[in-house]
């Protein structure tokens, strides 16, 4: 069973920068695709970011040019840089895991393993 442990959520002003990191463990295969999806109030989980084994990322349209998507194989860890954060960031973020090359999964469809995910909030 892969479990993954989300950190770095937290509460900053708009225009500041935070860095979630999610590292996966209990893996007895590779992982191929990782990435980052969130939920923000009173909406349907959406895609922030994914990355493939291959160096491929994907970027929501409204993220892109301010987040950015990484991540160390060697640790099984994902990170999302957030920068220039806006009120509608506001939301909890979660990691998404699997074995399978997953780039384009707008709602999170295909991923089979899952974080508690972690509160970022971005004061006016």
């Keep these: 069973q892969v479990h993954l442990v ?3 959520g937290g ?4 225009g500041g920068s935070l860095r979630l990191s ?9 992982i191929d695709a990782m990435g980052w999806y969130r939920q923000r ?13 291959s160096g491929r990322r994907n970027y929501a349209e409204s993220v ?13 860890t994902v990170y999302l840089q957030m920068n220039s954060l806006k009120p509608e960031d506001t939301a909890v973020y979660y ?6 090359s997953i780039l384009y999964s707008d709602y ?17």
């Design 95 to 100: 990691c998404a895991a699997d074995k399978h």
């Design 22 to 30: 999610c590292v996966a463990s209990g893996a007895d295969f590779s």
């Design 11 to 14: 509460t900053v002003q708009t």
């Design 64 to 76: 892109k040019g301010r987040f950015t998507i990484s991540r160390d194989d060697m640790k099984n």
């Design 6 to 8: 989300e950190s770095g």
């Design 108 to 124: 999170g469809a295909g991923f089979d393993y899952w974080g508690q995910g972690t509160q970022v909030t971005v004061s006016s």
């Design 41 to 53: 109030p009173g909406n349907q989980r959406e895609l922030v970011a994914t990355m493939i084994r």
